[in-house]
C-alpha cells in the first residue's frame, strides 16, 4: 500500500467554534453547547455531557455554527490529559452549537474519506504531534492551525474508505453492545426498584406483595418497613467479603504474568492496567460476577467479568453463596446508595476513605423465593448477558487499537 505524505491542512479545513455569551446560558432551550465534555476521549466517540446543567444556548449564533448529524469534531482544549486528538461524531441535526473550545473538521473530498479522518486525527502519530505543539499552560491548548500543521501519511481514497468501514463497523458493534447493556442495567434497576425498595414482588398468587396487603414490619437497624417474612442479614453474613491484597509497588511489571492486578482505577473500565511478579493467594482472586468498590477517592462500583485477575488493597470484592437468594445486582443496588453518599460526604477532605467501619455497617435483605419469585436466577441471568457483552466489548476495543495504527501506517493492507 503505497502513502502519500500531506499537512493536515491539505486535506481539510479546521474550523474554530463561536464566542458564546455566558448571559445566554440557560438550563432549557431549543440548542445546546458542546463542550469538552462530549468527548467520551478514552472511547474515541461522543457523549452527553451531564456534569452541567446550564448546557442549553438562547443567544443569537450564526447557521455556521449549528451541527449536523455527522460532523466530526475535536477538542482545542486538554481539559484532561489525552483529550487533545480525541475525535467525536455529532449525532443529530440541528441540536448542538459549536462552541470556541471546539474545532470542525471539514475535510477535502477529493483527498480525504471523512471516516478515515475520524481515526486519522486520533491515531498516535497525530496525538503525539498535538501534544507537543500544545501550548504549555496548567491547561493546555491547540488551535485550528496547529491541528493543520500536523505531517500525516495517508493512502489513496479508495483505500480510506475501506479503513475507514472496517474501524467504523468495529466501533458500530461496541456502541450497539454498549447501549445493549445500558438496557440491561435500567431492567436491573426497575426490577430491583419493584422488587426491594416497593416490595412489589410476585406473591405464593404471583400478585405484588405490599399493593397486594403483604404485612410489613418495620425494622430498627434500616428504619424502614421490610416484609414480614424476610430477613435482613449484615453485608458479611449476606456475602463473602473480601479486601484485597497489598501488591508491593516494586514487583509491578509491564510484562505480562500470571497475576493480573484490579486497582481502583480499573473497576470502571473492567480492564486490568498491571501485572505483578508477586504470588499471592487464591482467596484475592477474582470470579465472573463479583462486585468490586475502590475505597479510596472516588468509590467506584462494578461487576468483574472474568477469573484470571487478582484485587489490590484499598479495593473490596463482594460475592454472593453460591446457595444464596441474595444476588451480585442485588448486593450492587442495595449497597449503592450508602456508598455514593459517603463519597459524597467526604468531598469535602483531601482524599475519601470508606472503611472497614463503614462496610460492616450496611445491610442487606434476604429473599424468600416462590413459585412465581426467583430474584437470584432472573437477575443472575441479566447479569450474564450484561458480562458477556463487555466481555466482547473490551476484545472489539482491543481489536480496533490494534488494528488502528497497521492500517494507518501501511503495515496492514486491504485487498
Not at 37 to 47: A, I, L, T
Not at 341 to 354: F, P, Q
Request: proline share 4%; charged share 25%.
Amino acid at each position: 500500500m503505497e502513502l502519500k505524505k500531506y499537512k493536515l491542512g491539505e486535506l481539510m479545513d479546521v474550523k474554530r467554534g463561536a464566542s458564546l455569551a455566558g448571559e445566554h446560558y440557560a438550563t432549557s432551550g431549543e440548542y445546546i453547547r458542546l463542550t469538552c465534555g462530549n468527548f467520551d476521549y478514552q472511547n474515541n466517540s461522543f457523549k452527553l455531557n451531564t456534569s452541567k446543567d446550564n448546557l442549553y444556548y438562547t443567544g443569537p449564533v450564526r447557521e455556521e455554527f449549528i451541527m449536523k448529524k455527522g460532523d466530526i469534531i475535536t477538542p482545542l482544549t486538554e481539559q484532561a490529559i489525552g483529550l487533545l486528538g480525541s475525535t467525536a461524531i455529532i449525532p443529530e441535526d440541528d441540536k448542538y452549537i459549536q462552541s470556541q473550545d471546539i474545532a470542525k473538521i471539514i475535510c477535502n473530498g477529493d483527498l480525504l474519506c471523512p471516516s478515515f479522518a475520524f481515526y486519522l486525527i486520533s491515531s498516535d502519530a497525530v496525538k503525539k504531534q498535538l501534544s507537543a505543539a500544545a501550548q504549555q499552560t496548567k491547561i493546555r491548548h491547540t488551535s485550528p492551525d496547529k491541528i493543520k500543521d500536523c505531517t500525516v501519511w495517508i493512502p489513496d481514497l479508495p483505500t480510506q474508505e475501506k479503513i475507514g468501514r472496517i474501524l467504523s463497523d468495529i466501533d458500530s458493534k461496541i456502541a450497539l453492545n454498549r447501549a445493549i447493556n445500558q438496557n440491561l442495567e435500567a431492567l436491573a434497576k426497575q426490577l430491583y426498584d419493584y422488587w426491594f425498595v416497593q416490595f412489589d414482588f410476585p406473591n405464593e398468587e404471583g400478585k405484588p406483595y405490599k399493593s397486594s396487603g403483604g404485612k410489613m414490619v418495620w425494622n430498627e437497624k434500616i428504619k424502614r418497613e421490610i416484609p414480614e417474612i424476610w430477613e435482613l442479614l449484615p453485608l458479611f453474613k449476606a456475602s463473602d467479603v473480601q479486601y484485597g491484597f497489598p501488591f508491593a509497588t516494586e514487583q509491578f511489571t509491564e510484562e505480562i504474568t500470571n497475576v493480573p492486578v484490579v486497582r481502583i482505577r480499573d473497576i470502571l473500565e473492567g480492564t486490568t492496567s498491571a501485572y505483578s511478579q508477586e504470588e499471592t493467594d487464591d482467596k484475592y482472586r477474582l470470579k465472573e460476577g463479583d462486585v468490586l468498590v475502590g475505597m479510596d477517592g472516588n468509590f467506584h462500583m462494578n461487576f468483574w467479568h472474568n477469573n484470571v485477575a487478582y484485587l489490590n488493597q484499598r479495593c473490596v470484592r463482594l460475592r454472593p453463596y453460591d446457595d444464596s437468594t441474595v444476588s451480585s445486582i442485588q448486593i450492587l443496588h442495595s449497597i449503592y446508595p450508602y456508598i455514593k453518599a459517603k463519597e459524597k460526604n467526604a468531598k469535602g477532605s483531601t482524599v475519601g476513605h470508606l472503611s472497614d467501619k463503614d462496610l460492616k455497617g450496611l445491610f442487606l435483605i434476604k429473599p424468600i423465593e416462590s413459585a412465581f419469585f426467583h430474584p437470584r436466577k432472573t437477575f443472575d441471568e441479566i447479569l450474564a448477558l450484561f458480562i458477556e457483552n463487555r466481555k466482547q466489548i473490551l476484545s472489539l476495543t482491543k481489536q480496533r487499537d490494534e488494528l488502528l495504527p497497521l492500517l494507518m501506517n501501511g503495515q496492514v493492507t486491504i485487498d
